[in-house]
């Protein structure tokens, strides 16, 4: 094999591993219904504000770098993708994961809880990107 071809190679092998080994990487990682899923076992529908917020307090493999309390619900361009359209919710909760990191490409985690106008979860988002 020439040297070019090894050289090749090896790139489009570091590509594939620093865009596929980040969605394995605990504890926020795999895919966003993944975590999804995994959040709604921590904090199930009806959990009220005040549990919530006691769950994101005590759970510190989440390694949150950011918490924001909203009066409103979670933003429509969490839900749809599109700015403008309704919200989930009266009230919201939302964090920012640490960034993580597979070579030099950064990783975003934001988890968005909506709740009822009496405090009590209604439905999770998440949000995962990278800086790609």
């Keep these: 094999m020439q040297k070019s071809t090894i050289i090749t190679w090896s790139i489009i092998a570091i590509i594939v591993l620093a865009i596929v080994v980040p969605h394995f990487t605990p504890p926020l990682g795999g895919t966003p219904e993944q975590i999804r899923r995994r959040t709604l076992r921590s904090t ?6 005040e549990e919530v ?3 994101i307090d005590d759970n510190s493999r989440w390694e949150w770098r950011g918490r924001h309390i909203s009066s409103n619900g979670i933003p429509s361009h969490i839900v749809t993708g599109l700015v403008g359209g309704d919200s989930i919710g009266e009230q919201s909760i939302s964090i920012v994961s ?3 990191s ?8 934001e988890i968005f809880w909506g709740f009822d106008e009496d405090g009590y979860l209604i439905d999770v988002r998440v949000r995962r990107t990278t800086a790609i």
């Design 102 to 109: 597979f070579l030099i490409i950064p990783i975003f985690v």
């Design 53 to 55: 917020v006691q769950v």
């Design 44 to 49: 199930p529908v009806g959990t009220s504000i």
């Design 98 to 100: 640490r960034t993580r």
